[in-house]
Each structure stands twice: as structure tokens, then as C-alpha cells.
């Protein structure tokens, strides 16, 4: 082998070597953005600014869908935008019952029962709001139509003709959205209840009929004194939630 067949082999393989080292710590730094995301439940005032959330959606834009069709269609708040949509959404989810434009889970049994309990114990637990405390229980709920004080909520619809894979397809853009989010420094929630008043969504966001209201993402930067934020979930290991079929 000539030197410079040798040398040329050696630069590849140092350069093989360097990109599995970028490939690896790309793997350790996203397993770290998602084992350090969190649902925030309480948000200081400051807008985030429009370079920012730009960014997050350029991102979030990037989600694989059935056909690349993208279904989602974000309408977002800002400023008194937010203010104004929260203040008409809670005294709409004081008076009136539920109406969502997607099917409500028709219950929760097993593990999800007991995953679905332990997160609202420690919410609770938080908060020091007493079982017995209905009071205190309901003003935490309303909360969730005051988007916890974010200063901005991103309602997420989706194509009414895709039905449930076009729902799906949007549950992968709210977590590449929130995941975008947190890189950036921007903390989320994720949020169903905004969707169990879609028909206060569509009206007061003008949403034409053919779209359906998926969920929300609130989002703005993190109250981090708060004690609502203090407490996190835990996930099951790996091995719970995966069959392998060998044979």
C-alpha cells in the first residue's frame, strides 16, 4: 500500500470515527432534552420572543406524517390575544358541559388507571390541595383554561377528512413541538382540556368546519419558584411498553 493510500485510509477512518462520536453525542443530548422536559403549570409573564417561537415551529414542522400530507393547521396567541381567549374560554368552562370534537376515552382501567391517579396525587400533593377541598380542586382545573399564565397558547387542528390517522400525525407535531420548545429554553404543556370546549375553540378562533380541534400547547418561560412545578411524572421502563417478536 502506497503512503498516500495509507494516509488516505487513516483520515477516513479518523473521520469515522469522529462521526460516531457527533452521532453519539447527538443520541445523549436528545435523550437528555426529553428525560429533562416537563409540563408547566405555572409561567411568568415575559413573552417569548417571535424569533424564538419561530424557530419552534420550523422545527416542529419538520413531523412525519401519513403521505406527507401534514394535516395540522396552529392557531396561536400572543400578547392580549392569550389574555382575552383565556378570560372567554374560562367563564365558557364554568357554565357549560363538555363538547369535543374528538371521542373521549371511554375510561381508564389497569395501569392507566393507577399512572393516570399517581400523576394527579403528585399535582395535588404540590399544591397542598386536600382531597376533601373540592373549592381548591376546581379553581385548579379552571386553571387549565387560563393556559396556568402562559403568555402564549397554540391550538393545534387538525384535516376533519383524515379522522384518527391525521389526529395521530398531529400528536407527533405536539411532541416534536414541545421538544423544540425545551431545546430553546421555552417551557410547555401539552394540553387536551382546551379541546373538551371545541365548540368555543372554533367560534371564538374562527376555525372553519372542516378543521377538529386536537389540543393546545401553552407555552412561555417557566415560574420556576412555583411550587406546581416542582413535581414531575415518572415513565415506565422500555421493557413494559414493548413486545419483541422474534419468531
Known amino acids: 500500500m502506497s503512503t498516500s493510500e495509507a494516509l488516505e485510509g487513516q483520515v477516513c477512518s479518523e473521520g469515522d ?15 437528555r432534552l426529553l428525560g429533562e422536559r416537563w409540563s408547566c403549570r405555572a409561567y411568568l409573564p415575559d413573552q417569548v420572543p417571535d424569533d424564538v417561537i ?13 403521505c ?8 396561536l396567541t400572543k400578547g392580549e390575544g392569550t389574555r382575552r381567549f383565556a378570560a372567554s374560554l374560562t367563564d365558557h368552562a364554568k357554565i357549560h358541559d363538555q363538547v369535543s370534537d374528538l371521542g373521549m376515552p371511554a375510561g ?3 395501569v392507566y ?12 400533593a404540590s399544591l397542598e390541595i386536600a382531597r376533601e377541598d373540592r373549592a381548591a380542586r376546581e379553581a385548579q382545573r379552571l386553571k387549565n383554561f387560563e393556559f396556568f399564565g402562559a403568555p402564549h397558547v397554540a391550538v393545534i387542528t387538525t384535516d376533519r377528512d383524515q379522522g384518527v390517522y391525521g389526529a395521530v400525525d398531529c400528536g407527533g407535531y405536539v411532541a416534536n413541538l414541545i421538544n423544540a420548545a425545551s431545546s430553546l429554553g421555552v417551557a410547555t404543556i401539552p394540553q387536551a382540556a382546551i379541546a373538551m370546549h371545541s365548540d368555543h375553540v372554533r367560534e371564538y378562533l374562527a376555525i372553519p368546519a372542516d378543521r377538529l380541534v386536537v389540543c393546545a400547547v401553552s407555552f412561555g418561560y417557566a415560574d420556576t419558584a412555583h411550587p406546581v412545578n416542582q413535581f414531575r ?5 422500555a421493557d413494559d411498553a414493548v413486545v419483541v417478536v422474534d419468531r
Open 54 to 66: 419561530a424557530e419552534m415551529f420550523v422545527v416542529a414542522q419538520r413531523t412525519a406524517s401519513w
Open 113 to 124: 388507571k393507577e399512572r393516570r391517579r399517581g400523576a394527579g396525587y403528585a399535582l395535588y
Open 233 to 237: 411524572t415518572t415513565r415506565v421502563d
Open 108 to 110: 381508564y382501567q389497569g
Open 17 to 31: 470515527h469522529a462521526s460516531d462520536r457527533s452521532v453519539g453525542a447527538t443520541a445523549v443530548g436528545f435523550k
Open 68 to 75: 406527507n400530507t401534514q394535516p395540522w393547521q396552529v392557531y
